[in-house]
């Protein structure tokens, strides 16, 4: 299953509220995680099963969507923001990431 | 606190072979899936495999790019994720993280928790 995330870059500022897409090339439920990449940094995991919000995750964060369209919401883009997306499918093996989506100051 | 620590991570040259450890602590290690993700220099994530939990067999999944080449393993007594690579290719050259899994609903997630990553660069 292939997932195409867009935009692959976007320039926004502080109190933006961004949005990033993710669309599965066959559907895929509810089975679908966002990561927030730091340069150097391992992932870290905002939301699985496509709009659940993990534990300790600011709620300026949201997911929604289902089958083969996802979208992370994030309503007012702060400085410890701007990193780089990447949305995984658990639908079926093997599992797959987006191309990944880097948020850079405006 | 939960953590998971990469090892292994060397220069080699292709076609070697490499087997690179993760050592787990903070939590019931058993209990859990766990995953291999790759990152190539300045690429983005690559999901290497997945190894299941002792009541599933210890079944284990694999991206196509690895199938073949690269086996998963663990053992529950010591805590421990395994990845053997064989017949390396320059392009396995990446950061290779550990990353715990959890089940939700009807699926297996991964990565709530993420070790630093370890280094292999397959280079002559």
């Known amino acids: 299953i292939q997932l195409t995330q867009s935009p692959s870059f976007l320039s926004a500022s502080v109190g933006d509220r961004v949005t990033i897409t993710c669309r599965a090339s066959q559907g895929i439920r509810k089975f679908l995680a966002w990561f927030q990449q730091k340069p150097g940094k391992a992932p870290k995991l905002l939301i699985y099963?496509?709009?659940t919000l993990q534990d300790g995750v600011p709620s300026r964060f949201s997911g929604s969507g289902s089958g083969t369209e996802f979208t992370l919401t994030i309503s007012s883009l702060q400085p410890e923001d701007f990193a780089t997306y990447y949305c995984?499918?658990?639908?079926?093996?093997?599992?797959?990431f987006g191309g990944g989506t880097k948020v850079e100051i405006k | 606190e939960v953590q998971l620590v990469e090892s292994g991570g060397v220069l080699v040259q292709p076609g070697r072979s490499l087997r690179l450890s993760c050592a787990a602590s903070g939590f019931t290690f058993s209990d859990h899936y766990m995953d291999w993700v790759r990152q190539a220099p300045g690429k983005g994530l690559e999901w290497v495999g997945r190894i299941r939990k002792r009541v599933n067999s210890y079944s284990t999944e694999y991206a196509a790019s690895v199938n073949g080449r690269f086996t998963i393993s663990r053992d529950d007594s010591k805590n421990s994720l395994y990845l053997q690579m064989n017949s390396l290719k320059t392009e396995d050259t990446a950061v290779y993280y550990c990353a715990r899994g959890f089940c939700y609903g009807d699926t297996c997630y991964s990565g709530d928790h993420w070790g630093q990553g370890t280094l292999v660069t397959a280079s002559s």
């Open positions: 099963a496509a709009s």
């Open positions: 995984q499918q658990l639908g079926d093996y093997p599992l797959t």
